[in-house]
């Protein structure tokens, strides 16, 4: 039996490198399939598009549900002081009806981002008060003009949408996900189905385990 060196003992019980030992149970991707993020499938136009039809949504949901409420934008008070050439802007906003304050604000973000979409860069001020006006009952509208108004709004969105195409369906998927984060078993269970659809591995897996 060959007698050993000490050093050549040393290097047969030195402890290995602990940056070559894989721990146990390491896979090669800490991701899991059918979990990963998917790579957008849509345009970058598309994906603006989208984003501005979610505003134009919402504001145009807060003008309507205002004036369904019954309040009247042109009023006596809220158009006295929108039309008095002497108040200065500062001081319209502390003197205007809270309502109107927030049908004003909703009407000009609506506004602002139909325009952006178009335009793509800073808007003048004159440019967004002149778009209002297509959109915002103003002093001197009728009933009839405040209904087209409103339908004017309803197709500017429609537009917008259609622009977007199915990149708004993720977006308002998205943002419910957001505000609702935590998912139900059987809610994970029908994301993994769906991903599943275009993922052949991930849909042998749920198969073998009996989830589909």
Do not use: C, H, W
Not at 68 to 78: E, I, M, T
Not at 94 to 123: C, P, W
């Amino acid at each position: 039996m060959p007698i050993l060196t000490l050093e050549e003992l040393e290097n047969s019980t030195a402890t290995p490198d602990q940056s070559t030992v894989a721990p146990m149970g390491a896979t090669a991707s800490a991701v899991i399939a059918g979990t990963e993020k998917e790579k957008s499938i849509f345009t970058s136009e598309q994906e603006k598009s989208a984003k501005y039809a979610f505003r134009m949504m919402n504001q145009m949901q807060v003008i309507d549900d205002l004036m369904d409420s019954g309040f009247d934008p042109l009023n006596p008070r809220d158009q006295f002081v929108e039309l008095a050439p002497f108040i200065p802007d500062l001081a319209e906003n502390a003197l205007v009806s809270s309502k109107y304050g927030i049908l004003r604000d909703a009407a000009r973000d609506f506004t602002m981002a139909q325009l952006r979409d178009e335009s793509g860069a800073a808007i003048p001020e004159a440019e967004v008060e002149m778009a209002m006006e297509l959109y915002v009952p103003r002093f001197g509208d009728d009933l009839a003009r405040q209904q087209a108004k409103r339908e004017r709004r309803q197709n500017a969105f429609n537009a917008m949408k259609a622009s977007a195409g199915k990149a708004f369906d993720r977006t308002l998927r998205e943002t419910k996900k957001s505000a609702s984060p935590e998912l139900t078993s059987d809610e994970a269970l029908d994301v993994l189905k769906e991903r599943a659809k275009r993922n052949p591995e991930l849909r042998a897996k749920l198969k073998a385990a009996g989830l589909l």
